[in-house]
């Protein structure tokens, strides 16, 4: 039997569980999140997007073919002309300003989870990098989509985050997020079990690494 994507999952079940149905997304659905908690993630998260940016830049070096180079491009292009800016503007209609976001301090979860993901990239090939943003690009995505199929989700004016929400099940994103899974298909179907082996390992590391994105927005930690 090929690899495929869902197996990543399936080799961290409780990992996957506790990042998809975290507190803090629970607490976004049901409109009871703290704005400050909601406020701290969304500045840690533009400094997130930043390092997100230049993985894809080494996804660009990375790539041996000229459609993987494309794609890297392509992403790149998405977060510095169209995330980043949608992202500034959704800060400032929840009171952050502009001048705030370029001083902010990087919390350590912030630290912690982009570093990994460049340095998981830089020691390793195009795969190793896939496989460490995976959990970005398919967990918000399935979090969008479990939240919509919760009974106690509040969708529309009555709830603040309502736009968050949006953001990941827009047709863009899912669809972003369906190529990423394609991409990792074709490639997991050809690697040994003993580099399956490996890349479960840094699939279950960036989980971890999310869930402790959720902890610092809940906890305000710095
Ligand atoms: C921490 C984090 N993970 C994933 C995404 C989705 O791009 C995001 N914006 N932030």
Not at 83 to 102: K, M, R
Not at 104 to 116: D, V
Not at 138 to 147: K, S, T
Not at 201 to 221: K, P, Q, V, Y
């Amino acid at each position: 039997m090929p690899y495929q994507f869902e197996d990543l999952k399936k080799h961290c079940p409780t990992e996957w569980r506790d990042y998809i149905e975290h507190s803090f997304v629970r607490q976004l659905g049901n409109a009871s999140l703290a704005a400050e908690a909601f406020q701290h993630y969304l500045k840690q998260d533009y400094l997130f997007l930043i390092q997100f940016a230049r993985a894809f830049a080494l996804a660009a070096y990375k790539s041996p073919t000229l459609s993987d180079l494309r794609q890297a491009k392509d992403g790149l292009q998405a977060i510095l002309d169209t995330e980043l800016d949608l992202h500034i503007q959704y800060c400032n209609e929840w009171g952050i300003s502009e001048d705030e976001l370029a001083n902010l301090p990087e919390a350590r979860a912030t630290l912690a989870y982009t570093r990994y993901v460049l340095d998981t990239g830089n020691r390793g090939d195009l795969l190793d990098l896939h496989v460490a943003l995976s959990p970005c690009i398919v967990g918000y995505g399935e979090i969008a989509n479990w939240l919509n199929d919760r009974a106690d989700t509040i969708r529309g004016e009555a709830n603040p985050y309502d736009a968050w929400i949006s953001m990941y099940e827009s047709d863009e994103f899912q669809d972003a997020m369906q190529a990423e899974i394609r991409w990792l298909d074709e490639r997991l179907a050809d690697v040994s079990p003993a580099r399956f082996e490996q890349l479960t390992r840094i699939f279950r590391d960036a989980t971890r690494l999310e869930i402790d994105f959720w902890d610092m927005g809940l906890n305000l930690s710095d």
